[in-house]
């Protein structure tokens, strides 16, 4: 039927169906795969499909998958379309080429169904959709698996299809949309479609390229077989009641501030610093509605004081086998050893949860003393990034000129100068002390080291372009970013010696959220266009391969206000935070 024309750049090549998977997201709704920092820029693999859709399989778990293309049609008419999947799926099918007009039409499974199961769900199946020939249109399609089988497919009627009849969409009728964002890292193993080609990688321009298979198996699909682990552990909560907590009688709430009511109060034995959250609401069969539904979220660090996160709707759990749960509050990186969830349901009926996991990391007071197993440190701390870190003792701190140490018993330090380090010290027994000069260490009649002391002198020039001891401290750029986010809710960071950029984004309110990139060129790449159920911190990582060296833009839409920042790439290598 020929390729229509079209302007439009984003518009592939014909007759290809690119699926790309997403790894290790928990969770069994499209909300955790539109919150995770892979999704869509960092896929770990890809694959071309020959139909629309996949067969039921159970290979993997906890992964999401995202399908875009265009879509054109034999002849005029009306058109239906159909979605089926395991879990959660939906089916974009926009009014015209452009990505921005996708909730068009929209269909979805909220569940999971059968491969052919097409009637399960009400919102499975569009209307009549009036389609013309030679235009292309533009569809996409989301998948998020949990745990056990997983596959997804979209289907049509033609006006030719009779009746309740609903067929596969084949390649042939698909191009490749070519400007989505994802890039699986260079080296990753993927499938090029090629049977006959071997060690399929992906290469530094995003592609996934194989190399001609030799020998006498040349022409065997075998070559090319990569085996998959098909034994992973699960994050399925059953629906047996002796596996679900519940509180039939309300006490007197941790939080003076509340009610009597039902709560949990969970104790993590010492100060942690809290990222995120996954909840199994109260998942018994036939009583899931005794699962927390309006929600309270408490944090304190002595269990006396207590401090607000915010209130919440929470779903309820499926009563299945099979049920994942749900992303829970984002905890945007708060500071609490207690966390104290609260029902503000009706309280005359029992109320209670499957299960809650924490996201944290450990993080005592800044100044705590700590062990960071290197043999080369010492006055081992905790710093303000949650990392026990102490002085090396080969480094220079680079803060004084010139160091003269006189006739002083010296304890346990590093002693440090730009250029000359002087001494006729005593070091203390049982003492380790590093003497680093820039250019020379001097020991001066009368130096003397005691019993048991350890002592260290050694040469580290300085820098002119050595960070600060300040900077060198807060070497997490993803924590530094998130701090900067207190003040600005969208922050463009480059990933130190790598092709990758993390942008950060804070959301102030619940809601619709549009995140894009856009080059130079005005190409549109988009990051999120979805509705967000919980405010706080989130990041989305991508590679800039795909763009060209530039000056590009990201920015952020939420209901009250856009955002615009600088994403630069190449020129000369410049990466630069912006403060």
Request: glycine letters at 8%; proline letters at 4%; a negative charge.
């Amino acid at each position: 039927m020929g390729k229509p024309n079209t302007s439009n750049t984003c518009i592939g090549p014909i007759n290809k169906i690119e699926k790309f998977r997403y790894d290790n997201i928990i969770g069994s709704t499209l909300n955790d795969l539109y919150a995770d920092p892979d999704f869509p820029g960092m896929p770990n693999t890809s694959n071309i499909l020959p139909l629309f859709g996949t067969k039921l399989e159970s290979q993997f778990n906890n992964v999401g998958n995202l399908v875009s293309g265009y879509i054109t049609v034999p002849v005029s008419g009306n058109y239906k379309f159909n979605v089926t999947g395991d879990d959660n799926t939906i089916l974009f099918i926009s009014s015209d080429d452009s990505s921005e007009n996708k909730q068009a039409h929209q269909v979805f499974v909220s569940g999971n169904t059968g491969m052919t199961e097409h009637t399960k769900y009400i919102y499975q199946s569009t209307s009549n959709i009036y389609l013309q020939a030679g235009q292309f249109y533009y569809i996409e399609l989301n998948h998020k698996e949990s745990t056990g089988n997983e596959h997804f497919g979209a289907f049509w009627r033609t006006p030719f299809t009779g009746t309740g009849v609903w067929k596969r969409i084949p390649s042939f009728f698909m191009s490749q949309y070519a400007c989505d964002i994802a890039c699986v890292p260079q080296g990753t193993l993927c499938d090029d479609g090629n049977p006959y080609t071997n060690d399929d990688q992906y290469n530094g321009s995003c592609d996934c390229v194989g190399t001609p298979c030799s020998g006498p198996d040349c022409d065997s699909p075998l070559a090319s077989y990569v085996p998959y682990e098909k034994c992973n552990v699960t994050d399925q909560f059953d629906n047996k009641a002796s596996n679900n907590w519940i509180s039939c009688q309300v006490n007197y709430n941790p939080n003076p501030s509340r009610n009597r009511s039902h709560f949990i109060k969970y104790d993590l034995g010492e100060r942690h610093q809290l990222i995120s959250s996954q909840i199994w609401n109260y998942n018994v069969q036939n009583e899931t509605n005794k699962g927390f539904q309006a929600v309270a979220i408490d944090y304190s660090s002595d269990g006396t004081s207590w401090t607000t996160i915010d209130t919440y709707t929470w779903p309820l759990a499926s009563g299945e086998s099979t049920y994942g749960g749900f992303t829970g509050p984002n905890l945007s990186g708060i500071f609490a050893r207690y966390i104290l969830i609260t029902s503000l349901d009706d309280s005359t009926t029992c109320r209670g949860l499957g299960k809650v996991v924490f996201r944290a990391i450990f993080c005592p007071l800044q100044g705590t003393a700590c062990d960071d197993k290197n043999a080369f440190t010492i006055n081992d701390v905790f710093n303000g990034n949650c990392e026990c870190i102490g002085e090396n003792l080969y480094v220079n701190q680079c803060q004084d000129m010139n160091l003269t140490l006189g006739d002083v018993t010296l304890e346990t330090d590093v002693y440090s100068a730009i250029h000359h380090v002087t001494s006729t010290s005593n070091i203390a027994t049982q003492s380790t002390v590093s003497l680093i000069g820039g250019e020379s260490v001097t020991l001066e009649v009368g130096f003397e080291t005691q019993s048991n002391a350890i002592f260290v002198a050694a040469i580290d020039a300085c820098d002119p372009n050595r960070p600060t001891l300040s900077e060198v401290s807060n070497k997490s750029e993803s924590l530094y970013a998130a701090r900067l986010l207190k003040s600005s809710d969208l922050m463009v960071v480059p990933v130190p010696d790598s092709d990758m950029v993390d942008i950060h984004y804070k959301i102030n309110n619940p809601g619709q959220v549009i995140l894009r990139v856009v080059d130079k060129d005005n190409k549109v790449y988009t990051l999120a266009n979805n509705k967000y159920e919980n405010k706080g911190q989130f990041r989305k990582r991508i590679r800039t391969a795909k763009l060209s060296n530039g000056i590009h833009t990201v920015s952020l839409t939420t209901s009250s206000k856009t955002i615009i920042e600088k994403l630069i790439v190449g020129l000369n290598n410049k990466k630069e935070i912006k403060n």
